[in-house]
């Protein structure tokens, strides 16, 4: 098949026809699911105007994917992913990527694990930054989802690597996936560019509530071994599990006793 399209039909990016056909893949998948995940931020409420960005790391190879700089979300398209270097320069000069990008591309160079980035200016989450204030451990979501509260990063200015340096400084060796950057916003990391959408989504979520919660009063922090249990129980129990591979010869119901975990939740 031609390097220039894909199998659907659509042509392939200028930037990716000279990738390994392995990596080409991957780098179309990534572009689709960023152009579902950036939805993902407007239905949730997360964004305004051109603000914000999710990237995901391109596994097999020294690159990721961003959002274009100043484009609307209702303009982004697959092509419109900008593919950078881990160094953070846009692989065509010519694309001009968002000016986060330095940021995750320091990120993903010094957190390994990390394959996706979020960063929004979300109303809740930016009250905590313009307070220079954690978020504390309040809520059992926040046990589930940060195994703790959701910390204060240092202030840094926008353009270069400093928000990564301090995102990175934040979040090492700490169970959080997401932190509060001081003046700023909410920046999420994830082990794919889902995970650190849902970080946003849920980060967001208990701002705001622990927020609504100090208007009433004192808030009541969770003990510190309930926060473990918690954060144990839902990173490792719930949800559903995969069904048990069947034994040779066994019938229609081997593996039958899978059950599905805390449905309601």
């Keep these: 098949m031609s390097t220039d399209q894909h199998e659907d039909g659509r042509a392939v990016p200028a930037t990716d026809r000279d990738l390994p056909e392995e990596v080409r893949r991957e780098v179309a998948r990534l572009r689709d699911q960023l152009v579902v995940l950036h ?8 964004v305004v105007w051109t603000g914000g960005n999710v990237s995901a790391r391109v596994l097999g190879a020294d690159l990721f994917l961003i959002k274009p700089s100043g484009l609307s979300y209702d303009d982004l ?4 992913m900008v593919l950078c270097t881990l160094d953070g320069e846009a692989v ?4 001009q990527p968002s000016s ?6 320091y990120v993903y160079r010094h957190m390994p694990e990390v394959a996706g980035q979020v960063h929004t200016h979300s109303t809740y989450a930016c009250a905590w930054a313009a307070r220079a204030e954690e978020i504390p451990c309040v809520l059992t979501a926040m046990a589930d989802e940060f195994g703790g509260p959701i910390p204060l990063g240092p202030f840094a200015l926008i353009g270069g690597e400093d928000i990564g340096r301090g995102v990175v ?12 950057m001081q003046n700023h ?5 994830g082990k794919d560019a889902k995970a650190a959408v849902k970080a946003a989504v849920m980060c967001e979520d208990v701002a705001r509530s622990v927020h609504i919660a100090r208007q009433l009063g004192e808030t009541v922090p969770i003990p510190q071994d309930a926060v473990d249990s918690l954060y144990d129980r839902y990173q490792n129990v719930y ?4 069904a048990a591979p069947s034994a040779p010869g066994a019938g229609a119901d081997a593996g039958a006793g899978t059950t599905a975990e805390e449905a309601s939740r």
């Design 77 to 80: 398209d697959a092509a419109s």
């Design 39 to 46: 939805a993902e931020l407007v239905r949730n409420g997360l």
């Design 169 to 180: 400084e934040t979040l090492t060796g700490h169970r959080s996936k997401a932190v509060i």
């Design 185 to 189: 916003g909410v920046f999420t990391i």
């Design 100 to 105: 986060d990008t330095g940021s995750h591309a």
């Design 92 to 95: 065509d000069p010519a694309q």
């Design 239 to 242: 949800g559903q599990r995969p």
